[in-house]
């Protein structure tokens, strides 16, 4: 008997024994396999896009403002004594409406010098009238002669007795001639013009008055008044302004885009006017203006820009809310394709002198050199390297090399 209990005792110890090792033993496999998964390299979570065609445009936006077209400062003809201007801004005006009045001055003191002076200036503004009409008859004789030179050097040079550059010459002296001509016809308009002045100058000083008491300044165009330069009664000198005048329905866009944009934009692109307070309008570009000017970015860099000028193409009624410096922003549109293979923008990354994409293949991410054309900031054109269907990686992070392995987020 007691052999027997000796003999299961030793037997459950032995199996306790093997029990405690096998468990142990169980234990540390589950922690090294731990271990070894803990080390092993995860997934990369991605966001993925598909390659697709469809239509890719490339527009230039840029902020603006809107101006009338044409803008009509009415000036004082004559030095007087202004009225009270009625008119505010926004009122309509009729052609030949009155928009301000003047009345002569007092008469300065005429002195014996001052008279002298005044009959001098006439007496050259007079002499300069006369020297211009001569020179207009002089550019006439030299004119008439050197057209016909010219014709019959173009007969001669038909006849193949004169070379084509003798015609040319002789051309060249035609145009000068004319131009010559022409120069002399304006310098009579103002010897003309200093002559009258000349003469109303010394009508004044001696005290001699017209017949009207005063002279009524009228409008020029129908339109609206824009501004009111000199409301108040007073003094006003000749040529001082004193209405702005405006039709708010001739609108225009400026816009001052980078030269680096301008060169893309072509007369006639299609626009479209945003963010004015009103739903968006159709326009189209009219001009991009020959000069371009430095201004200085919000980062303090200087850009060189130049005014694109866009006509609105929307029927008045559209936007009848829109006046005249107002803000607007403008997307100009410089290139556009139908079936376009576009990838999104967010996908490429610099990769030497070109482009680079990665490339969902099973779990694997794979690196492709691609070649891209147009590219609008959100879409950009695939001419090599990636297929239709395919799908891309947005926004690769460094986790994300050739040949590691990634999940969809």
Same mark, same amino acid.
């Given at each position: %008997? ?24 169980? $234990? ?5 396999? %731990?271990?070894?998964?803990?080390? %092993? ?13 469809? &239509? $890719? ?5 840029? @902020? #603006? ?7 009509? !400062? ?10 009270? *201007?009625?008119?505010?801004?926004? @009122? ?9 009045? $003047? ?36 550019? +006439? ?20 007795? &004169? ?23 304006? #310098?009579?308009? =103002? ?16 005290? +001699? ?19 009111? %330069? ?5 003094? =006003? ?9 405006? @039709? ?10 980078? &030269? ?7 007369? #006639? ?8 307070? #009103?739903?968006? $309008? ?26 694109? *000028? ?29 079936? =376009?293979?576009? *990838? ?8 030497? @002198? ?45 986790? !994300? ?5 990634? &999940?969809?987020?």
């Amino acid at each position: %008997m007691t052999e027997g209990k000796s003999s299961n005792s030793g037997k459950r110890r032995s199996l306790t024994k093997w029990l405690r090792r096998f468990f142990f033993g169980a $234990l540390a496999v589950g922690l090294a396999f %731990m271990i070894v998964v803990s080390f %092993m390299p995860k997934p990369v979570v991605v966001e993925t896009a598909s390659v697709a065609r469809g &239509t $890719l445009v490339v527009t230039v936006d840029e @902020d #603006g403002k809107s101006r009338v077209k044409d803008r009509y !400062v009415v000036s004082a003809p004559l030095s007087g004594n202004l009225a009270r *201007i009625e008119l505010r801004p926004g @009122d309509m005006v009729k052609p030949g409406q009155v928009l301000a009045r $003047l009345v002569p001055l007092e008469a300065p003191l005429l002195d014996t010098r001052s008279k002298a002076e005044a009959e001098a200036r006439v007496r050259a503004a007079e002499a300069a009238r006369r020297q211009s009409k001569a020179q207009i008859e002089r550019a +006439k004789a030299a004119y008439s002669f050197a057209k016909k030179s010219a014709q019959r050097a173009k007969q001669l040079s038909k006849d193949g007795i &004169t070379t084509q550059a003798d015609t040319d010459q002789a051309l060249l002296e035609e145009r000068a001639r004319s131009a010559e001509l022409a120069s002399s016809e304006f #310098g009579s308009k =103002v010897a003309d013009y200093e002559a009258q002045m000349a003469r109303a100058a010394l009508g004044a000083m001696s005290g +001699k008055k017209g017949a009207a008491d005063s002279m009524d300044v009228p409008s020029p165009v129908a339109g609206r008044v824009l501004r009111v %330069m000199h409301e108040s009664e007073g003094v =006003v000198q000749a040529g001082a302004p004193l209405v702005e005048l405006g @039709d708010p329905s001739a609108l225009e866009v400026v816009v001052d885009v980078l &030269t680096s944009d301008a060169v893309r934009i072509k007369q #006639g692109a299609r626009t479209e006017i945003l963010r004015w307070g #009103g739903t968006p $309008l159709k326009a189209e570009v009219r001009l991009i203006e020959p000069s371009a000017f430095t201004r200085l970015s919000a980062l303090g860099v200087e850009e060189q820009r130049v005014n694109a *000028i866009i006509d609105l193409r929307d029927p008045y009624s559209k936007w009848t809310a829109l006046m005249d410096g107002f803000r607007v922003e403008a997307r100009i549109v410089v290139w556009e394709g139908q079936d =376009v293979l576009h *990838i999104p923008a967010s996908a490429l990354f610099q990769s030497g @002198d070109g482009f680079a994409i990665f490339v969902v293949e099973g779990e694997l991410a794979r690196k492709r050199q691609v070649k891209i054309g147009h590219n609008n900031g959100l879409q950009a054109e695939v001419l090599e390297g990636i297929a239709e269907g395919a799908r891309v990686i947005l926004h690769p992070s460094d986790r !994300v090399t050739d040949g590691a392995r990634v &999940t969809f987020r």
